[in-house]
């Protein structure tokens, strides 16, 4: 499952700066800015760049999460040891986006960016896209995103791209897998001969990533425009600020805690980091991030359980952003809520929250949910940034990666797993070799085929 990257690659010559990925994308994301600032028309006109890339990654997106899922339970030696790490990553999701949610909600009632806006929201008109998302915000319910889950068909989750519902069924699947004992381990091979291609067909999709980037950021610079991020400013800045204290300060303590220095994970990551801020999706490096926390020292076994469910139940910068931006509403409408409505609101979106996973547009759906739920400040409300959501898309994108990497080494160390010193060396740069293959498991049971010749 394990593919060569740029960075860090055993045995393998390390690349001149200029035939860098990350290099490529910066120059494809800067490309952009120039384009959209000085051409807005031909910016615009560019978005299909930008959209085929995206797509090319989804399109290998549910395979990756279904096979490493399978892999990484049907490759452990005791099925309870997978409920243990899935127990031991739901409450660490549950704990940090608890803190994040508090600390948006702390800023904004500090900074409070909305107040004197008094803008009415009876007469805020609702248009285009905006209407779309606020509709299927309205038919939401908070007990939507748990019955969602389960899929009506198999076939419709890997169809329709549901992150959360492949998931679903690729625990069960490895579940099943791991019960039928040696017979399972012709389903096993099967797993790793395609895992192994699935991998190269992304290996060749990402040369396309500084094209997409380069699309994809002429696009929102051409379509918004400079002056939207200025009309908006103190709340892109207050964003981006929570954002980044976030990563720094809290991420960074709990991965000082395990001996991980956030610094040298970023600049780890920077290649997928700059990935995901040209095309706003976290999507775009999930089958990436998997194998580079892996190459870090993280088991296969805990990167495949823990990274596919992170992308749907750890979204720090969602979390952040869905605060903020639900306050912002109510202080620039003149919406009064007392503390109890604000952690009322808060208990909401610890549910609401778990439901955007980490693709363009989905956060401000949530939003629109989130507010149709409460009922005390206007849904139309979210027009007033619904022109900077595309700039706050990029930072949630961001943070998102960064919470559900700190967080897999989290429970690979918590597990006992995690291989400190292989991790010391690829954050220094040093070479390594690639991580060993799981050894299979001992069978505990064996097939029933043998077993009724017995």
Known sequence: MTVLTDTAAAGAVRRPWYRQLYVWVLA?????????????????????????????????????????????????????????????SLIY???????????????????????????NAGKIAVTGNAKNFIQQGETSSWWHYLTDMVPSSVVGAFAEGNVLQVLFFGVLFGIAVKLLGP???????????????????????????????????????????????????????????TSAFFVIVVLGGIAALIRINIFQLLRYLREELLVVLGTSSSETVLPRLIDK??????????????????????????????????????????????????????????????????????????????LSTVGTIPVAGIMLIFGIDKFMSECRALTNVCGNSVATLVVAHWEGVLDHERAQKVLSGEPVDPPAPPSEPVPDQVPVAAAEKS
């Open 28 to 88: 494809g994301i800067a490309a952009g800015v120039a384009v959209g600032s000085l051409w807005p028309s031909v910016g615009v006109g560019l978005e299909p760049l930008g959209t085929t890339f995206v797509n090319l990654i989804k399109m290998v997106i549910t395979p990756v999460i279904f096979l490493t899922v399978v892999a990484g339970i049907a490759g452990v030696d005791d099925l309870r040891r997978v409920g243990r790490v899935g127990l031991k």
């Open 93 to 119: 999701f549950e704990a940090v986006s608890t803190i994040a949610l508090i600390l948006g909600l702390v800023v904004i009632n500090v900074f409070k960016p909305g107040a004197g806006v008094h803008a």
């Open 183 to 241: 017979a399972g381990r012709p389903i096993m091979a099967g797993v790793s001969v395609l895992s192994a291609a699935i991998f190269k067909v992304l290996q060749l999709v990402m040369y396309a990533a500084p094209i997409g980037a380069f699309g994809a950021m002429a696009f929102t610079v051409g379509k918004y425009g400079v002056s939207t991020l200025t009309s908006l400013g103190s709340l892109i800045g207050i964003f981006y600020g």
């Open 293 to 370: 926390l892996e190459r870090l020292g993280a088991p296969r076994q805990i990167v495949g359980l823990t990274v596919p469910t992170g992308y749907s139940f750890n979204l720090d910068g969602t979390s952040i952003y869905l605060t903020l931006a639900a306050l912002y509403v109510a202080q620039a409408t003149d919406t009064s809520l007392s503390i109890a409505q604000q952690l009322g609101l808060l208990a909401i979106l610890l549910l609401t929250s778990k439901g955007a996973a980490g693709v363009t547009g989905s956060g401000f759906i949530v939003l629109a949910a989130t």
